[in-house]
């Protein structure tokens, strides 16, 4: 024990010591070169004390990297500006009371300390307010609005111009857009009207961006209430509503529907379902009911059962499919059986069988991501009008057994060429500017796509590039630089979104609806169902 004391009273001694010389080298160290002596005696004896370096996410939360040596600036006299994780070390070293003060060059664009964000926070009545709903057609549309994109800047952006951002990473708009929104105001750096996009990104910026915003539009079939209490709210979910903002949708989604049409809000979603999924959707009231349901979730405590309508007469007996899935795009949003995947099982039994399709009973024990689809899809049984699993980018046995004759690449660009013909690319989540020039690039289809496919493809992209041009040039005079005071103008049209020039085909209310919906989630004390769609009538025949 006496041992023990000394030991750390000469660790004690040595640190002190360390200290005591970086105090002497900061006072009486005149050049560069005792700077960097200090700096790396500094290293030594602030390693216990060093703060963790903060980390900036944009909204989805990414958090921003280490940034490059370039992040120090020079200050005259050939030293290097100390960061702020250098300056919090410097503080630690030197004890309370002796903080060291940065010193700005003249002329330096100072970078403000990012604003900390309160977790948790749920959309409110100034985000319903943005914009409304009309309906047409029986489809659920939403009238244009200008909408702020807000984001810090992300690690892999320190040390590039905003010009290069642009182009490498959103590519949705040509770089003339975002030329004319400079000299229109729409470009904000840390709140400040940026005047040049050469301008270099550094940690910690803040970078907010107004444009105008179409959102497809989607079933005009009414959300409706299954339960409510003090603890949870249960809808029926119509299929082609997504269930929180993603891509290209905000206010046609389940959460903003529920807040602006039934007051509903500060809701937590428990479980997932694919925006073309149909079907039974709970939602906690609070954060501690949300975590404990969660944890039942992770408990294997919660029952599901799905429905689904199949291509083919599926086997009377039950099936268990146990076989893993591997994401192959997290972008697009593919996924295959594949022996590096993730373990899953499915049991499925038939309901019903008219001669063309059946109707069938889908038990998930596990939660993958798109996991019945997959499994059916292997079996040979694909849902009868699912988008992506019965395509033909799949290949002539539409992916069954695992057989895929071609490349991931292969597949993501023929799914990607199939969806950009039919101007139905958000049947894969994703829009023009996601595409990256891989999955662009039909020089080389496979036998699967038509011709008349990639004559449409072509024709798309073609119209699509000279409106963009069109939208771009010569455009001085646009909507206000803060959304907020876009209420003087016609919000529904401007001047500078391509969007706006496009007519686009509205997509049936048939075509919006995917054959397989949640039909019971059960858990400790809890059990809702949902009704049975009219698909799965066993004397449903398919037009």
């Given at each position: 024990?006496?041992l023990?004391?000394?030991?750390?009273?000469?660790?004690?001694?040595?640190?002190?010591?360390?200290?005591?010389f970086?105090?002497?080298?900061?006072t009486?160290?005149?050049?560069?070169?005792?700077?960097?002596?200090?700096?790396?005696?500094?290293?030594?004896?602030?390693?216990?004390?060093?703060?963790?370096?903060?980390?900036?996410?944009?909204?989805d939360?990414?958090?921003?990297?280490?940034?490059?040596?370039?992040?120090?600036?020079?200050?005259?006299?050939g030293?290097?500006?100390?960061?702020?994780?250098?300056?919090?070390?410097f503080?630690?070293?030197?004890?309370?009371?002796?903080?060291?003060?940065?010193?700005?060059?003249?002329?330096?664009?100072?970078?403000?300390?990012?604003?900390?964000?309160r977790?948790?926070?749920?959309?409110?009545?100034?985000?319903f307010?943005?914009?409304?709903?009309?309906?047409?057609?029986g489809?659920?549309?939403?009238?244009?609005?200008?909408?702020?994109?807000?984001?810090?800047?992300?690690?892999?952006?320190?040390?590039?111009?905003?010009?290069?951002?642009?182009?490498?990473?959103?590519?949705?708009q040509?770089?003339?857009y975002?030329?004319?929104?400079?000299?229109?105001?729409?470009?904000?750096?840390?709140?400040?009207?940026?005047?040049?996009?050469?301008?270099?990104?550094?940690?910690?910026?803040?970078?907010?961006?107004?444009?105008?915003?179409?959102?497809?539009?989607?079933?005009?079939?009414?959300?409706?209430?299954?339960?409510?209490?003090?603890?949870?709210v249960?809808?029926d979910?119509?299929?082609?509503?997504?269930?929180?903002?993603?891509?290209?949708?905000?206010?046609?989604t389940v959460?903003?529907?529920?807040?602006?049409?039934?007051?509903?809000?500060?809701?937590?979603?428990?479980?997932?379902?694919?925006?073309?999924?149909?079907?039974?959707?709970?939602?906690?009231?609070?954060?501690?009911?949300?975590?404990?349901i969660?944890?039942?979730?992770?408990?294997?405590?919660?029952?599901?059962?799905?429905?689904?309508?199949?291509?083919?007469?599926?086997?009377?007996?039950e099936?268990?499919?146990?076989?893993?899935?591997?994401?192959?795009?997290?972008?697009?949003?593919?996924?295959?059986?594949?022996?590096?995947?993730?373990?899953?099982?499915?049991?499925?039994?038939?309901?019903?069988?008219?001669?063309?399709?059946?109707?069938?009973?889908?038990?998930?024990?596990?939660?993958?991501?798109?996991?019945?689809?997959?499994?059916?899809?292997?079996?040979?049984?694909?849902?009868?009008?699912?988008?992506?699993?019965?395509?033909?980018?799949?290949?002539?046995?539409?992916?069954?057994?695992?057989?895929?004759?071609?490349?991931?690449e292969?597949?993501?660009?023929?799914?990607?060429?199939?969806?950009?013909?039919?101007?139905?690319?958000?049947?894969?989540?994703?829009?023009?500017?996601?595409?990256?020039?891989?999955?662009?690039?039909?020089?080389?289809p496979?036998?699967?796509?038509?011709?008349?496919?990639?004559?449409?493809?072509?024709?798309?992209?073609?119209?699509?590039?000279?409106?963009?041009?069109?939208?771009?040039?010569?455009?001085?005079?646009?909507?206000?630089?803060?959304?907020?005071?876009?209420?003087?103008?016609?919000?529904?049209?401007?001047?500078?979104?391509?969007?706006?020039?496009?007519?686009?085909?509205?997509?049936?209310?048939?075509?919006?609806?995917?054959?397989?919906?949640?039909?019971?989630y059960?858990?400790?004390?809890?059990?809702?169902?949902?009704?049975?769609?009219t698909?799965?009538?066993?004397?449903?025949?398919?037009?």
């Open positions: 024990m006496w023990g004391g000394r030991v750390w009273l000469l660790i004690l001694g040595q640190s002190c010591f360390k200290l005591q970086v105090s002497f080298a900061r009486w160290g005149g050049g560069s070169g005792a700077m960097a002596k200090t700096l790396s005696t500094l290293e030594e004896a602030a390693s216990g004390l060093r703060v963790p370096a903060q980390q900036n996410g944009d909204v939360g990414e958090a921003v990297g280490e940034p490059p040596p370039e992040s120090l600036e020079a200050v005259p006299g030293r290097k500006l100390a960061t702020g994780r250098e300056e919090e070390a503080a630690a070293a030197l004890g309370p009371g002796k903080k060291k003060k940065r010193r700005v060059p003249t002329a330096e664009r100072v970078v403000p300390p990012p604003k900390k964000r977790a948790g926070v749920s959309f409110n009545d100034e985000h307010a943005e914009t409304s709903y009309y309906f047409e057609g489809l659920r549309k939403v009238r244009p609005y200008y909408f702020d994109f807000r984001t810090y800047c992300k690690g892999r952006w320190v040390g590039h111009s905003l010009q290069h951002v642009f182009s490498a990473e959103f590519r949705a040509p770089l003339a975002y030329e004319a929104a400079v000299r229109a105001g729409r470009l904000r750096l840390n709140e400040e009207p940026v005047q040049d996009l050469s301008i270099v990104l550094k940690d910690n910026d803040f970078l907010r961006n107004t444009v105008h915003r179409h959102e497809p539009p989607v079933t005009a079939e009414p959300i409706r209430l299954l339960a409510e209490n003090e603890d949870m249960v809808v979910k119509p299929s082609s509503i997504p269930v929180h903002p993603c891509g290209r949708f905000r206010h046609n959460i903003f529907i529920l807040g602006k049409e039934h007051q509903l809000k500060e809701l937590h979603p428990l479980h997932r379902l694919d925006r073309l999924t149909s079907g039974v959707l709970m939602f906690a009231k609070t954060a501690a009911v949300s975590e404990r969660h944890e039942q979730v992770r408990d294997r405590q919660l029952e599901k059962e799905y429905v689904c309508r199949v291509e083919g007469e599926f086997p009377a007996e099936v268990t499919c146990k076989e893993p899935i591997l994401v192959v795009s997290y972008k697009v949003g593919v996924c295959r059986v594949d022996a590096r995947g993730k373990p899953c099982e499915t049991v499925f039994q038939r309901l019903s069988y008219n001669g063309h399709s059946s109707v069938v009973r889908c038990r998930p024990l596990t939660g993958r991501t798109h996991q019945i689809r997959v499994h059916l899809q292997f079996l040979g049984h694909s849902i009868l009008n699912d988008p992506i699993y019965n395509s033909v980018a799949w290949g002539p046995s539409r992916g069954r057994g695992g057989d895929i004759p071609k490349t991931d292969e597949l993501l660009r023929d799914l990607v060429a199939e969806h950009q013909a039919k101007q139905s690319l958000d049947v894969l989540d994703i829009c023009e500017g996601d595409l990256s020039p891989g999955l662009t690039d039909s020089t080389a496979s036998s699967e796509l038509s011709k008349n496919h990639l004559k449409e493809l072509a024709a798309s992209a073609q119209k699509m590039d000279g409106v963009l041009e069109a939208a771009s040039q010569g455009l001085d005079t646009m909507a206000p630089a803060n959304a907020a005071e876009a209420g003087i103008m016609d919000q529904e049209i401007d001047p500078l979104c391509a969007e706006c020039r496009l007519v686009r085909q509205d997509p049936l209310p048939r075509d919006l609806v995917m054959f397989l919906h949640a039909l019971r059960k858990g400790p004390g809890f059990e809702y169902f949902s009704p049975m769609p698909w799965a009538q066993e004397d449903w025949q398919q037009d």
